[in-house]
Every structure is written in structure tokens, then in C-alpha cells.
């Protein structure tokens, strides 16, 4: 596999990273992807609780967990307490309820802060693939597999693809500090 093809490979999955932590980070909005890291002891190991239970958002402020098995809903009720998300459950018959409470202030920027974290962690990824990139491309030229002007319009390519991913890790955390901040 080429170093450009390579380079490519390795900053998407650093966007989808990325993705995968601003999905996890709480909005004023009641999301069944909130719970997507919850791990619930279950059948005597360690579930995840999309694998043993629906989630669903039937209103802006609360989340319905229908697990598939009635007997984990304490189990699932610990979970979802252990995973420290700000939110207690409350066991409703056969179901699990949350109620997301409102965000003040001091949340909101605290969530927006967790926002640029994570998207200069996601930044810091991408520019050291590039010099990985970089690297790669300079050895290849030292052991004579590619010629001089290759290399230079081979770091041109890795330098446009870190701008684009950079521009993309912006834009996602752009987006989620918005819904962070709507009221």
C-alpha cells in the first residue's frame, strides 16, 4: 500500500475517532448516543448496553431504556450510575427512565471546553500521521525507490489531505460546540 493511500487510511479513522468522542458529550438535548460507552454487568460479564437494551428519546429532556431482558434492568440502572454521566435512572416498571436536566452555564462551557480538547487531540493525530507521511516518503527517496521531484509533490499531497482532515476535525467540533450551546 502507498504512503499517500496509507496517510489517507489513518487520518480518517482519526476523524472518526473524533466523531466517535463528540458523540459522547452532553448537549442541552436528550441523546440515546449518550449512553453508547455504558458498560452493564450482565449474564456474569461486561455488556455494553445497546447489546441487552432499546434506547429511545420520546421527549427533548428524557431518555427510555427498554431492556430485551426484564431481569437487568437493576443491572442496567447500576451501569448507567457507575458511568458517572450526571444522570440518575429511575426504574419505572418494566423500563429504565433519565432525565436529562437542564445545562446551566458553568456545564455549557465546560462541555464546549471538552469540545476543543478533544478536536486538538484529533488535530495533533492527524499532523503526526503527516509526519509519519512525510517520513516514509523521505526514506523511500533515500533508498532510490522515488525520484526528488516525487517526494516533493508527494509531501504537497500529505500536506493537502492534513489541511482537509484538519478543516473536517473543525467542522465536526464546530457543530457539536452549537448544539452544546443551544438553549
Given at each position: 500500500?502507498?504512503?499517500?493511500?496509507?496517510?489517507?487510511?489513518?487520518?480518517?479513522?482519526?476523524?472518526?475517532?473524533?466523531?466517535?468522542?463528540?458523540?459522547?458529550?452532553?448537549?442541552?438535548?436528550?441523546?440515546?448516543?449518550?449512553?453508547?460507552?455504558?458498560?452493564?454487568?450482565?449474564?456474569?460479564s461486561q455488556v455494553r448496553l445497546k447489546d441487552i437494551?432499546?434506547?429511545?428519546?420520546?421527549?427533548?429532556?428524557?431518555?427510555?431504556?427498554?431492556?430485551?431482558?426484564?431481569?437487568?434492568?437493576?443491572?442496567?440502572?447500576?451501569?448507567?450510575?457507575?458511568?458517572?454521566?450526571?444522570?440518575?435512572?429511575?426504574?419505572?416498571?418494566?423500563?429504565?427512565?433519565?432525565?436529562?436536566?437542564?445545562?446551566?452555564?458553568?456545564?455549557?462551557?465546560?462541555?464546549?471546553?471538552?469540545?476543543?480538547?478533544?478536536?486538538?487531540?484529533?488535530?495533533?493525530?492527524?499532523?503526526?500521521?503527516?509526519?509519519?507521511?512525510?517520513?516514509?516518503?523521505?526514506?523511500?527517496?533515500?533508498?532510490?525507490?522515488?525520484?526528488?521531484?516525487?517526494?516533493?509533490?508527494?509531501?504537497?499531497?500529505?500536506?493537502?489531505?492534513?489541511?482537509?482532515?484538519?478543516?473536517?476535525?473543525?467542522?465536526?467540533?464546530?457543530?457539536?460546540?452549537?448544539?452544546?450551546?443551544?438553549?
Amino acid at each position: 500500500m502507498d504512503i499517500l493511500a496509507q496517510t489517507k487510511a489513518k487520518m480518517m479513522a482519526a476523524i472518526d475517532h473524533l466523531k466517535e468522542d463528540l458523540k459522547a458529550i452532553r448537549t442541552g438535548r436528550a441523546n440515546p448516543s449518550m449512553l453508547d460507552g455504558v458498560m452493564v454487568e450482565a449474564y456474569g460479564s461486561q455488556v455494553r448496553l445497546k447489546d441487552i437494551a432499546s434506547v429511545s428519546a420520546p421527549e427533548p429532556r428524557q431518555l427510555l431504556i427498554t431492556p430485551f431482558d426484564q431481569n437487568t434492568k437493576g443491572s442496567i440502572g447500576k451501569g448507567i450510575e457507575k458511568a458517572n454521566l450526571g444522570v440518575m435512572p429511575i426504574i419505572d416498571g418494566n423500563v429504565v427512565r433519565l432525565k436529562i436536566p437542564p445545562m446551566d452555564d458553568s456545564v455549557r462551557k465546560e462541555m464546549i471546553k471538552l469540545c476543543h480538547e478533544k478536536r486538538e487531540k484529533a488535530k495533533v493525530t492527524i499532523r503526526n500521521i503527516r509526519r509519519d507521511g512525510n517520513e516514509g516518503a523521505r526514506k523511500q527517496k533515500a533508498d532510490g525507490i522515488i525520484p526528488e521531484d516525487q517526494l516533493k509533490r508527494l509531501e504537497k499531497q500529505i500536506q493537502e489531505l492534513t489541511d482537509k482532515f484538519c478543516k473536517e476535525a473543525d467542522d465536526l467540533s464546530e457543530k457539536k460546540e452549537k448544539e452544546v450551546s443551544v438553549i
